[in-house]
């Protein structure tokens, strides 16, 4: 993330409040953040040729998290939504298709601090 390596494994913020963006502090509990459903299953669910390697997660300024990589989207249930090269994930908390973003985080005016 930002261009440090931290390992294999990152728990990131999707509900907005977390107050060590881009990383989950727990404070959706406190915000009375629920997953909204399970976002529909994308036509890009073939398996990658590559399902390992690096992975670049980049904030956008008041905006998604950019992914980049080898990528296996799951829902909270482990369903498969998306494999993909790259991918905006919401982290206003206010998107209709989370986990990824829908644009919502412009029309809130959502920042990240």
Known sequence: LNGK????RATLCRCGASKNKPYCDGSHHDAGFAASG???TATNTDMLAV????????PQTDGPLMVRGNLEIVSGTGRVVSRAQSARLCRCGHSSTKPLCDGTHARVGFRAL
């Open 51 to 58: 399902r390992d390697g690096p992975v670049d997660v980049s």
């Open 38 to 40: 399970e976002p529909p």
């Open 5 to 8: 390596k931290a390992g294999y």
